[in-house]
């Protein structure tokens, strides 16, 4: 006898579903970009793209509350256009403009923004997690209710 296969139906509405697609397709657009303006050297440094792992952060990001905190590696352009920064101001950074988020000198893997939660991409895989363990403890600490998503690739 074949084993039943399971299914599962999402709680998440239709419109909810496709503000996810949208804010994937963001993801993979602007990534698509980010890597053919490295490809005419327009983004200098290195440029790890997030293709292929949207529905990661899109998925985590659904899950997270106000006040949560997130710091990644990296790879880490999904993460910021996932937690509300603007891609005009990710893109500018990537391109060394000053109205990148960390003045057009952090590029594609050192960038950050307090007011959006995100507390940047580190170029030492592994390097976040000390951190973000300390961002968790400071929560506990004051007694805030909240979470801190520490990322890191599957190679980590």
């Known amino acids: 006898m074949a084993a039943k296969k399971a299914t ?8 909810e579903l496709l503000k996810y697609y949208r804010e994937m397709l963001l993801i993979r657009r602007f990534e698509e970009k980010a890597g053919q303006l490295y490809g005419m050297g327009l983004i200098g440094g290195f440029c790890h793209l997030y293709i292929g792992q949207e529905a990661v952060v899109v998925g985590l990001e659904a899950a997270a509350e106000e006040g949560d905190r997130r710091i990644t590696t990296y790879r880490d352009h999904g993460h910021m256009l996932a937690c509300g920064m603007d891609p005009k101001g990710v893109m500018a950074e990537l391109t060394g403009r000053e109205g990148g988020y960390s003045k057009g000198k952090g590029g594609s893997m050192h960038m950050f923004s307090t007011e ?3 507390y ?3 170029g030492i895989v592994g390097a976040n997690v000390p951190l973000g363990a300390g961002l968790a403890f400071a929560d506990k600490y004051l007694g805030n209710d909240r979470v801190t998503f520490t990322y890191f690739g599957d190679g980590a």
Do not use: M, T, V
Not at 8 to 15: D, G, L, P
């Open 8 to 15: 599962r139906k999402s709680n998440a509405s239709k419109e």
């Open 120 to 122: 940047g991409g580190h």
């Open 116 to 118: 959006k939660r995100f």
